[in-house]
């Protein structure tokens, strides 16, 4: 017997939300919203995502709410904007990293983030050790951590990553005369 392709009949809100971000590249592009990348030569390229399997995965996160396709200010391009519903994936997401960085990283963390207000780094609960609190993303910064490896990824998204803190949903492009939103 074939392996279903969706979990509708399930009586369960994880597979409802399975049915929104579990498919294969869907949380790749969910973090990488969340560091600041808007446009899709950007995902696509930073990724590595055939490209047809990136206009299905946009396609289906902004149908489902989750993610706002918007005008560049440039007029030319399209930017991919995470919505209300989008930001609060982000302990998904963040908590999905770190258990990447204990279980899968023996070299240590690739990626820190810090609480930019209190210029201390996050606990892997997601905590500010300084203030107590589990800050929104839009407070976060990151940065490389000692286990990143510099010479895997050559793309502009990766060199922009590498260059020092970023705070994240950020724009990491924006236009010439235009101020990150």
Request: aromatic share 8%.
């Amino acid at each position: 017997m074939g392996l279903g392709r969706g979990y509708t009949k399930q009586d369960c809100s994880l597979a409802r939300a399975l049915e929104v971000v579990g498919e294969r590249w869907t949380l790749l592009v969910l973090r990488d919203c969340f560091y600041g990348v808007r446009r899709f030569a950007d995902f696509h390229a930073h990724l590595d995502i055939p490209r047809a399997v990136l206009t299905d995965r946009l396609k289906a996160l902004v149908a489902a709410g989750v993610v706002d396709r918007r005008q560049h200010p440039t007029g030319v391009e399209v930017d991919y904007v995470l919505t209300e519903q989008g930001l609060e994936l982000w302990p998904t997401v963040f908590t999905l990293v770190q258990w990447g960085e204990r279980w899968l990283a023996p070299d240590g963390a690739r990626r820190v983030f810090g609480h930019a207000p209190c210029g201390t780094d996050l606990s892997a609960a997601g905590q500010c050790p300084r203030c107590g609190t589990c800050p929104p993303p839009g407070e976060l910064t990151i940065r490389q951590g000692p286990g990143a490896d510099a010479s895997l990824r050559d793309d502009r998204v990766s060199v922009a990553l590498r260059r020092g803190p970023h705070r994240l949903l950020t724009e990491l492009f924006p236009a010439p005369g235009t101020f990150p939103a």
